[in-house]
């Protein structure tokens, strides 16, 4: 399998649903050999299913003894495992930690879950909003009447595959050093509050205000928004250097003094009125013209449709086609060891004999697992 800066690093994924299969899709891109186990019978997968990219498939009956064994022969010569179940599933299954460390001590067990695997959570149901609510973040983001979700970047891809993929490679450097696997209990709780590291800060440091849209960075500054054009397209502003923000007022041409009161935040709400009239007045493509590529710090705000046909992405190849779906390229890039997208999202199961041999099962072995249904 594959190419790129991973290469040789071989995982077990435990087949779920959003920051899992993200998390082997990061570490698949850059050249690691990751199968993933998938349950017998489930279905075909799709080309549009992107975070399943890249990696073979696998499907097992882990209700039959004999899938419980050739996960553990897996998990034997495999660098690492990613698994997204709730507290005390892998265990019931027979693939707990203490089972998997014992057939392989250098295995690095990696468990994602939202709450983490202890706490007076734990147990509990919860989607990415959840997990941010209680960390400080949710209620940081939105406007002045409510908190907005921001996607499922924060906790789900953020605060949770970002994380485990960090903490995976951390664990597989530590094994290869001493022999020791671990376990890391990745919860996307405690990774969205450690995305919030540099907010703590300013909030200690008196630099930040509870109040939604009153901050430097959530909205409340005038020269830190999104602004509405005259077509009804949309535009960013991040001007904040005092350089940037002369900039911004050369571009934009205004010349009324009160903006030369740019860290004022009792007029900061009317200056940003002042300055949405102004950029009403245009469209986002005549905006583009002006600032597109200069020091204001400006961007138009894209559509998914819009953002991969952008001349900045186009020349980046930030976007690619596989099967005919657009998705994002494999990030970041490495000079000698690029990283791929290996293949589209497989066939449930399409795998099992390829991969099984790869992994050092023999025919015989593969036939007996057919026959006695595991496969």
Known sequence: MGQGPLSGLKIVEFAGIGPGPFCGMLLSDLGADVVRIDRKGAGRGSPADVTARGRRS???????????????????????????????????????????????????????????????????????????????????????????????????????????????????????????????????????ASLMAMFYGFKAGGMWSEGRRSNLLDGGAHFYDTYQCSDGGWISIGSIEPQFYLLLLEKTGITDPQFQHQMSREEWPELRDKLAAVIATKTRDEWCDLMGGTDVCFAPVLSMEEAPKHAHNAARETFVEVSGVMQPAPAPRFSATPGKIQGPPPKVGGDNDTALADWGFSAEAIAHLKSSGAL
Not at 87 to 107: I, Q, S, T
Not at 123 to 131: I, L
Not at 167 to 173: C, D, K, N, Q, S
């Open 58 to 192: 696998v499907a097992l009956d882990l209700k039959n003894p004999a899938s419980i064994e050739t996960c553990l022969k897996l998990l034997e010569s495999a660098d690492g495992l990613i698994e997204g179940f709730r507290p005390g599933v892998m265990e019931r299954l027979g693939l707990g930690p203490d089972v998997a460390l014992a057939r392989n001590p250098k295995l690095v067990y990696g468990r994602m879950t939202g709450w983490g695997q202890f706490g007076p959570y734990a147990k509990a149901a919860g989607h990415d909003m959840n997990y941010i609510a209680i960390t400080g973040a949710l209620d940081a983001i939105g406007t002045t009447d409510k908190p907005v979700p921001p996607l499922n970047l924060v906790g789900d891809f953020g605060g949770g595959a970002l994380y485990l993929a960090f903490g995976l490679l951390a664990g597989v450097i530590h094994a290869r050093a001493t022999g020791q696997g671990q376990v890391i209990d990745c919860a996307m709780s405690d990774g969205a």
